[in-house]
């Protein structure tokens, strides 16, 4: 049986996913995404445009004519450089149906390893630049009394720098997700004339603020470890709130390898598969302030 090697339909198979499968699913699939050039497997360069401003007119004479922008290109290196292996002995599956049988085992994979650790990167990673960059975290005990006073203030912050209210997204923890829901500040009409059984009282946005599914706390730290998959480091401190423009960041992905070998002497006769990326997450220079956090004291 031929083998190749599949990891350019496998890359665009889970990038149709993630934003349905990953918590940060509007992260991984940024604008940004779609603005840099790969250099080689692991390099890619983001474009910066600066232009100069306006300067007064003069309708007797000509100005001198000259270039007033500037296109640069920043490298960036990908450093999160994963694989994962597995064999499976033909007697183990149902011989007819091999290739089905390790998409299973790949998607069980998918779903319950490196999503999560995915995820688990990808607010860590941020978290860690963010601070990187001289920005620091509000560390209020949050409660039904102030959760939505301090929403308000990492909003008034990015209104000043200009950050566009449309797209912001608010990732929380279910934890804070009650306390919103409960906050004394929100107020909810409930129509007891209808005959629905359901009453929904999940805030789902503030605002212009979309606030998608509630992120579990062990996928909400400020350090994780990923030895093996991931998990929690033992210095981690509990993020409850992140405020983000999708447009901050940039989560670039590159499948460089993942294939499945048929039973051979060199594999002892069984099936072997094995895929290899070099993914990363980084937050834009000049889009820093489009990000903010709540965290544990």
């Not at 992260?27 to 983001?46: A, K």
């Not at 599956?93 to 998409?103: F, G, H, L, P, R």
């Not at 629905?196 to 509630?214: F, G, L, M, N, Y």
């Not at 002497?265 to 903010?292: C, M, R, T």
Request: proline fraction near 5%; charge should be negative.
């Amino acid at each position: 049986m031929a083998t190749l090697n599949y990891a350019t339909q496998y890359q665009q198979a889970l990038e149709q996913e993630f934003p349905y499968v990953l918590y940060f699913g509007a992260l991984f699939s940024t604008p940004n995404n779609g603005r840099y050039r790969w250099v080689n497997s692991r390099v890619i360069e983001i474009p910066t445009i600066s232009t100069t401003g306006r300067v007064d007119g003069d309708r007797e004479t000509i100005g001198t004519k000259k270039r007033n922008f500037n296109n640069s290109w920043t490298p960036l290196t990908l450093e999160n450089h994963r694989s994962w292996q597995t064999l499976v002995h033909p007697r183990d599956i149902d011989e007819t149906n091999q290739v089905a049988s390790i998409a299973n085992i790949t998607r069980v994979f998918n779903d319950e390893q490196k999503f999560p650790e995915m995820n688990a990167y990808c607010i860590s990673k941020i978290y860690s630049e963010w601070t990187g960059k001289s920005k620091t975290a509000d560390k209020t005990v949050l409660t039904t009394e102030n959760v939505l006073e301090v929403f308000d203030k990492m909003m008034t912050d990015m209104d000043n720098n200009r950050v566009p209210r449309a797209g912001r997204i608010l990732y929380v923890t279910p934890e804070v997700r009650t306390l919103i829901n409960n906050a004394k500040q929100i107020y909810r009409t409930l129509d007891v004339s209808t005959q629905s059984q359901t009453i929904r009282r999940a805030v789902t946005s503030i605002d212009e603020v979309e606030i998608p599914e509630s992120v579990p706390s062990d996928m909400m730290k400020t350090v994780y470890d990923f030895t093996t998959g991931w998990e929690v480091d033992t210095t981690a401190k509990q993020i409850n709130m992140c405020l983000i423009h999708p447009t901050a960041v940039i989560t670039p992905i590159s499948y460089e390898f993942a294939k499945l070998d048929p039973p051979s002497a060199g594999s002892e006769g069984k099936w072997d598969y094995f895929e290899e990326s070099f993914e990363d997450v980084f937050v834009l220079p000049n889009k820093v302030n489009a990000i903010a956090f709540n965290v544990e004291a």
